[in-house]
């Protein structure tokens, strides 16, 4: 695989309040973001010039920040604007937008109210998560041996970059035993997302999709709920168990980065990409860019 290294890139990257070229948008290595983990991102899509629930993104950007104590010095609406900057900028409308905040090198050490928050703005283009080819015939997937900790032991719902090492370690372990993605179990034992989407199990033309009580509650899994709803499937907001998701007759994932894919198979569990998965991965393709989806 070519890798093109991100910083290395043409282009504009907005930081703290500047536009600057992106080979220029560095910090210092002391910085408690890196060694603390003090770190929040969004990942956005743009179609065909507009971001697919932008003012969304940033409440929970600024929600991420809030969590985690951090205060982010600029407004929801600087942050918004600032979004369309850099694209354009860039000259992109169809790209993936990171805005991340981070403590900066002020303070050191566990504590760190004195360090400042600082705020970039990236994008990107990232047409697929997943190759065409894997989309059309789903995911495999693999249980991770790490779990979805309790609320009262993470910051669950913030966006947190620190949160994802137990997703990129899950990542890597179903990478290097050849499947695409890891299923990741909560603390009580429920399957409930994947390592960046959300899950959805359909039987007998119900969708049934986890309470996002210990886990990030996606954009795109709240919009597909009400996608669904509109198309007249009904929706079940409830636990899955292994046993249902294994005798399920469809599965697929949501998120901004992976848009709708169909899951292939779970650890020994084969599925068909079937037609409640396509009908409604087309109609979310179609209302993501402002097209009748009905
Ligand atoms: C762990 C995790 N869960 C779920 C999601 C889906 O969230 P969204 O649909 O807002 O992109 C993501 C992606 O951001 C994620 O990283």
Known sequence: MTLIPFDDRD???????????????????????????SSIFEGERCYNGKIFKSLEHTARLFNSAEILGMSIPFTPDEITAAKDAVLKANNLTDAYVRPVAWRGSEQMGIGAQLAKT????????????????????????????????????APCHAKAAGLYMINTISKHFAENQGYNDALMFDYRGYPVEATGANLFRIKNKI??????DCFLNGLTRQTVIELARELGYT??????????????????LTGTATELTAVGKINQTQYVVGPVTRHLRESYSKLVRGQAYK
């Open 11 to 37: 282009g504009f990257i907005w930081f703290d309040g500047e536009m600057v070229p992106w080979r220029e948008a560095k910090i210092h290595v002391i910085n408690h973001g890196l060694h603390y983990g």
């Open 118 to 153: 600082h705020v970039a703005i990236a994008a990107w283009q990232w047409p697929s998560y997943f190759s065409e080819e894997l989309r059309e015939k789903g995911i495999a997937m693999i249980t991770s041996p790490w779990k979805k900790p309790r609320p009262d032991t």
């Open 207 to 212: 969708l049934r999709t986890p309470e996002p």
């Open 235 to 252: 929706v079940e907001i409830d636990h899955i168990t292994e046993e249902d998701l294994y005798a399920a007759d469809e599965v697929f």
